[in-house]
Nanobody
Framework: QVQLVESGGGLVQAGGSLRLSCAAS????????MGWYRQAPGNQRELVAR???????DYAASVKGRFTVSSDNAKNTVYLQMNSLKPEDTAVYYC?????????????WGQGTQVTVSS
């Protein structure tokens, strides 16, 4: 089992910045990649950004140039630096990870953290 714990959400004005963190813990697991997803009311959950343990990154078109995903593999932690935030970035942000365990490869999710951007 892998547990993901997020932190860093909150309320910010448009144009401001926030940094999200997500730490993975458990036993006998190896992270393949970690990332951030978001879900706004009435919308489906969508990929924001993700990063492999090798450092390859992938971003949603809507956040390219504003958000940066990074990781600390030694700490099994992923970060999302969000700059130039817009009201449309308002959503619950979820940390997601694909990890290999002794029982197989599974996807894991955090509980989510609310990000609200006021205009």
């Amino acid at each position: 089992q892998v547990q993901l714990v997020e932190s860093g959400g909150g309320l910010v004005q448009a144009g401001g910045s926030l940094r999200l963190s997500c730490a993975a813990s458990g036993s006998r697991f190896r992270i393949r990649f970690m990332g951030w997803y978001r879900q706004a009311p009435g919308n489906q959950r969508e990929l924001v950004a993700r990063i492999t343990t090798g450092g390859s990154t992938d971003y949603a078109a809507s956040v390219k140039g504003r958000f940066t995903v990074s990781s600390d593999n030694a700490k099994n932690t992923v970060y999302l630096q969000m700059n130039s935030l817009k009201p449309e970035d308002t959503a619950v942000y979820y940390c997601g990870s694909t990890a290999q365990t002794i029982d197989g490869i599974f996807d894991y999710w955090g509980q989510g953290t609310q990000v609200t951007v006021s205009s």
